[in-house]
């Protein structure tokens, strides 16, 4: 084995080694993207469950009968400022509710108002769900973006040995010459190049070969050479 | 040299990066005007970024960038109001001692014009070179006037919102209230003058019946004043879902167009048009049934008389009462 053979062996190793530890580093890189992705996006699901929950919680029997009575309580204080704000015109004959009219004022408001908080209640709950649709939404949309660019983030860790990796191929390429120089230095000599000058059509120093193809044996009296 | 191999050897794509660098940005501007529209509608304080326009000035003006990490200061190493130093005099002096020159100056100084007139040739050498061995590093200020010139920077101004309170709601049936009770006032005094005129015409003002005709009325009014707190309380309500329809649509806007201040100032306008003051009908009459009752009862009294109506004696012809009934 030559010295060249040798060299070009080591290259092509070292190349193909190159191009291996190029390959495998990508490859690294773009599992180490991967579980960034799978991080992010573990995190923005978090963040949605935990906004979820709560709300959630807010739909309960025990959120909606406390907005009733909230409601209720509200509508009822309603109807007591109405029922006291003065009225604009002048008292005419025995006007104005009497103890069993307000009586009966107050019983009504009160019924009035145990149905009118459902009302309340369900706009309490329609604004929450509402509010939790859009920070969720929010997350979503972050989580969209992301997933977006995880693609390119994939492609930037796929291709980021090629540096590495296209000098592997240089080493390896050199590899490969050293081999073909080896190769063709190591190939038995089996005939000697030859050079002949051209033939001159005619050689005056020989007698005239013009009659060796006379077929005739004409009057030349030639003899054959 | 390390730009150098860097370009011709180790140059691996940047598209991830900068895809990320560009969404960390979209989602710090998604929340920049969440809170500013959460402030609109809430009530608060939060930054109103604009983008700058008027012209490049930075020894007067803040400007401000979008990083991955929301809306920075940029900081142009000139920035000092009320310093007397202007670093533009030079371009004013020369622009105007020599408006043409100086205008050239002033162009290549900004790396608009001069740039752009000699990019023609040179331009495509320079991005040869630049892609191999580095472009040359911009001072601050070049840098910020590059990016004013990209539509990059932005102004800011901390601006505080008064919200939709719950104040305002209430504000909002009293406004109703106010409108239908002296309507309300006024429908109770006529037919309470019905009845009192009705039964002093049948000598029953003082009577049991008239009591209860009068409670009557009272509890009447007592229902009508519930419906207009009621009807006052359902308008506020109504007023509160399409203030959220509004914000949501608000930033559903800002999520689709990824511009705040747009998606900010749709706000704004739908918020001042919810507190324009509405048209409302007039009262419908409350105490209709009453006054169609006293005025039935008063057609029918004066056919059928009731239980101790001493009929008129068919040969008083004096008349004082309708000579009809009684037989």
Do not use: C
Not at chain 2, 170 to 189: C, D, I, V
Not at chain 2, 228 to 254: H, Y
Request: glycine fraction near 10%.
């Amino acid at each position: 084995m030559s010295g060249a053979a040798g060299y070009g062996m080591i290259a092509g190793a070292a190349g193909g080694f190159m191009q291996a530890i190029a390959a495998r580093l990508a490859q690294m890189k773009m599992d180490q993207v991967y579980q960034q992705e799978l991080d992010r996006q573990a995190k923005l699901r978090n963040q949605a469950y935990s906004i979820w929950g709560p709300a959630t919680e807010y739909r309960g029997v025990e959120n909606y009968n406390r907005q009733l009575a909230e409601g209720a309580a509200n509508r009822e204080m309603n109807y007591q400022q109405i029922e006291s704000r003065p009225l604009s015109f002048q008292n005419t004959y025995k006007q104005g509710a009497n103890a069993v009219d307000q009586a009966a004022y107050n019983m009504m408001g009160q019924r009035r108002a145990a149905l009118g908080a459902y009302n309340d209640a369900q706009l309490m709950q329609q604004i929450n769900a509402i509010r939790t649709q859009n920070e969720l939404n929010k997350i979503s949309n972050f989580s969209q973006g992301w997933a977006r660019v995880f693609p390119l983030n994939m492609y930037d860790a796929q291709h980021s040995q090629d540096a590495l990796q296209a000098i592997g191929g240089i080493v390896g390429s050199l590899g490969g010459a050293g081999a073909n120089f080896a190769q063709l230095n190591a190939m038995p000599q089996t005939q000697q190049a030859s050079w002949s000058p051209v033939q001159p059509m005619w050689d005056y120093s020989q007698p005239d070969r013009y009659s060796q193809y006379d077929p005739y044996n004409t009057t030349y009296g030639g003899q054959l050479g | 040299m390390a730009t150098f191999t860097t370009n011709l050897l180790g140059g691996t794509p940047k598209y991830g990066k900068a895809a990320t660098l560009n969404e960390k940005q979209r989602q710090q501007m998604i929340n920049a005007g969440l809170a500013q529209i959460n402030a609109i509608y809430g009530g608060g304080t939060a930054p109103q970024y604009t983008l700058a326009t008027g012209g490049f000035s930075p020894t007067t003006t803040r400007y401000y960038n979008l990083t991955g990490k929301g809306f920075q200061p940029f900081r142009t190493g000139t920035y000092s109001p009320g310093s007397s130093f202007n670093p533009n005099f030079a371009n004013a002096f020369t622009a105007g001692l020599m408006p043409g020159l100086g205008g050239a100056i002033a162009n290549i100084g900004r790396g608009e014009g001069g740039a752009a007139a000699m990019s023609i040739f040179s331009g495509g050498v320079s991005d040869i070179v630049d892609s191999i061995f580095g472009k040359k590093e911009l001072t601050p200020q070049e840098r910020a006037q590059r990016l004013y010139n990209q539509g990059k920077l932005f102004t800011m101004e901390n601006k505080t919102y008064e919200g939709f309170q719950p104040s305002f709601y209430k504000a909002r049936e009293n406004a109703y209230t106010n409108f239908a009770l002296p309507q309300l006032s006024k429908q109770y005094l006529d037919a309470s003058k019905q009845v009192n005129y009705n039964l002093a015409n049948r000598g029953l003002l003082d009577s049991t019946a008239g009591n209860l005709q009068r409670s009557d009325l009272e509890r009447t009014m007592g229902q009508a004043k519930q419906s207009i707190a009621d009807t006052a309380l359902a308008q506020s309500q109504e007023l509160q879902r399409e203030i959220e329809a509004s914000r949501q649509a608000a930033i559903a806007q800002l999520y689709q167009t990824g511009d705040p201040s747009q998606a900010v100032q749709s706000a704004i306008t739908a918020s001042s048009q919810f507190q324009r003051p509405s048209s409302f009908p007039a009262l419908a009459n409350a105490f209709s049934n009453i006054a169609n009752q006293y005025y039935t009862s008063q057609l029918i009294n004066s056919y059928h008389p009731g239980y101790g109506y001493s009929a008129p004696s068919p040969y008083n012809l004096t008349g004082a009462l309708p000579d009809v009934g009684g037989y």
